[in-house]
């Protein structure tokens, strides 16, 4: 996670650091710099969709295991004044293979809990400190299928297999960095992306996210 997460910063350092030296050089024809910077020229409104990539963390039972994992997500952003964006996203979210933690009971036997697709609805605020930079936190609902089965039981025990729905809440936030200085067109809608998202089931079972993504938006 720490290795992703370096690299995921590493990258949009990188590929912001010209587009806020751009903008910085720039100001109003009026020169006065002491005005709210225009976002007219970016596309932080609108709809927009997104694919995901990056480190998945999933724990039970006092253990996680860490895996690749992927998804999507797809919302709708609004602006108030100058610098402050508001909007809704559903997602979409699985780690590579699905995850499975195996631990022992404490009278013996195994437990294995599994987690496989993981759908959310989320609110998110932002704040533009810069016209081509947001950075922004969200939170909502979530809700996650999993499965958890007790095997190799010892004498006087039962195995038992419970394949299941559970819901739980989402927090979580990141930056996102819009090309519509770079591009024409419909490019023009393209972005860049970093989060992370902390997920917490009503079973007590949890997942960290840490993703880069690339998105467009439709004006």
Same mark, same amino acid.
């Given at each position: 996670m720490r290795i992703v997460s370096t690299a995921l910063l590493a990258a949009l350092v990188a590929a912001a650091a010209p587009a806020v030296a751009q903008d910085a050089?720039?100001?109003p024809p009026s020169q006065d710099t002491s005005a709210p910077v225009s976002t007219n020229g970016t596309s932080f409104r609108g709809f927009r969709v997104e694919g995901d990539v990056g480190g998945d963390r999933y724990q039970s039972e006092g253990v996680h295991r860490n895996k690749l994992g992927y998804g999507a997500s797809g919302g709708f952003d609004g602006q108030i004044g100058d610098r402050l964006v508001i909007g809704v996203e559903g997602s979409y979210w699985r780690a590579n293979n699905y995850t +499975?933690? *195996?631990?022992a009971g404490r009278t013996g036997g195994t437990i294995a809990d599994k987690s496989f697709d993981e759908y959310g609805v989320a609110v998110r605020a932002g704040v533009l400190v810069a016209p081509q930079l947001l950075v922004f936190g969200k939170g909502g609902f979530i809700n996650n299928e999993q499965r958890k089965a007790f095997n190799n039981a010892p004498a006087g025990q039962t195995n038992f297999y419970n394949h299941f729905n559970t819901d739980g809440y989402q927090v979580g936030? #990141? *930056? +996102? !960095?819009?090309?519509a200085n770079r591009f024409q #067109?419909? !490019?023009?809608g393209l972005y860049l992306s970093a989060q992370y998202v902390y997920s917490r089931y009503d079973d007590h079972t949890s997942r960290q996210k840490l993703f880069g993504g690339v998105g467009i938006r439709f004006r």
């Open positions: 050089s720039a100001p +499975e933690n *195996v631990t936030g #990141g *930056v +996102e !960095l819009s090309m #067109g419909p !490019l023009s």
